[in-house]
C-alpha cells in the first residue's frame, strides 16, 4: 500500500522490467537510443542457444510412472510419428516436401526453429519499431511521435530544456548475459562465461539500468496508459559511479547531440545523505515536455518501500484519464 496513491488498489497494473524470470515487457525494448544510436546492451553473450536435451541419467526408466505424461495426458488421438531417424526427412522437411509422417528429429527440430523465429521475430519488430519514423501529417502518428521528431539534434543544440535521449546508461546487475528467462524448462538462461553448471539454467537474475547526472535524458515510450498512472522503481540505494560516466566531466560526456557512431555488491543500504546530493533535482517528461522537476525533499518522501527493494516515484498520476468513455488507452514518451 502507497499511502500517497490510494487508487492504485483499485487499479490493474501492468508495467516494463529486467529482473528475471520474466515472460515479456523487457524494459529495454522501450528504451529511446541516443542520436549516435547507443543503447545499453548485455556485455556478455551466451556461451551456446539453443534447447538443453534431457540427461540420459534423468530418463524415466522403463516400468516407471512418468508423471509428466500424466499431466499432459488427453483424449486427443497420438499423433503419427514415425519413431525412426532420418536425415532425409529432416532435409525433407526443411524443403517443406515431406508427405510421410513427421519423425521426431524433424518435431525437434521444427519446435526449436518455431520457438527461435518466433522470438527473432518479436525481436526484429520491436527493432523496426524503433527505428521507423513516423511522417508528422501521418493521422496515426501521436503527440509523442511528433515531438520526437520535432526534437532532432540539430533542433535542439541550442534548447537546454530538450530531451534528448542520453548515452551515459547502462546495465547494472547481477549477471550481465542476456537470454531468454521466461521460469520455463525450456528457457535458455544462465549461460553466462565461468559458469560451471550450464544446464541448472538459471533464471533468478537482478538488472537494472544505471545512471547519475551525467548520463543524459533515459527516454522511453509506454504504449496505452489508460488509467493515467505511471510509477517508476527506482534503487536509490545502489550508490556508486557507472563505468559509462567515470571520466566524464558533463552531461553525456559534452555530446549530448553528437551523432557520431560508438567507436560490488555491498552489505546494508547506504544512507540517503551519503548517495543523494544536497542539491539533486529529478526532471520529469512527458512527450518531450517537462512537467515537473522534483527537488531533493520531495523526492525523498518517496524512498520508504512498500515492499523489499521496491521503492516508486509517480511519473504520473492523472485521475481524469481513467475516467475517459472508449478509451483504449494512449502511447505517451516518458523521460
Known sequence: FIPHLPRICRVAMSGYGMWTPRLHNNFLDIVHAAPNGYKPTYREKMQYDGFDLLPHSQAIPDGEVDVHAIAIASNSPAPDIDHEWSDADAKNATAGTTDTPPTRRWLREASQAAFTQGMEHLWTDNKKEESTSIALNDDKATAADRQLQETTPAAAANDENAVIPGRGWEIDGWVHTDGYCDGSSMSTCGRQPGNACLLYGHNDNHLSLAGNSLSGWLVFTLPKIKEGIVLARMEWW???????????????????????????????????????????????????????????????????????????????????????????????EFG
Open 238 to 332: 545502489c550508490g556508486g559511479k557507472p563505468s559509462m560516466t567515470k571520466d566524464w566531466t558533463e552531461v553525456n560526456g559534452g555530446k549530448t547531440t553528437d551523432t557520431t557512431l560508438p567507436d560490488g555488491r555491498q552489505l546494508g543500504k547506504p544512507t540517503p545523505d551519503q548517495l543523494v546530493p544536497k542539491d539533486f533535482e529529478m526532471d520529469i517528461a512527458i512527450n518531450g515536455v517537462i512537467t515537473k522537476t522534483m527537488k531533493r525533499d520531495e523526492w525523498l518522501k518517496f524512498i520508504p518501500e512498500p515492499s523489499k527493494n521496491c521503492a516508486v516515484w509517480p511519473l504520473l498520476n492523472d485521475e481524469e484519464m481513467a475516467k475517459r468513455e472508449n478509451f483504449d488507452g494512449e502511447d505517451m
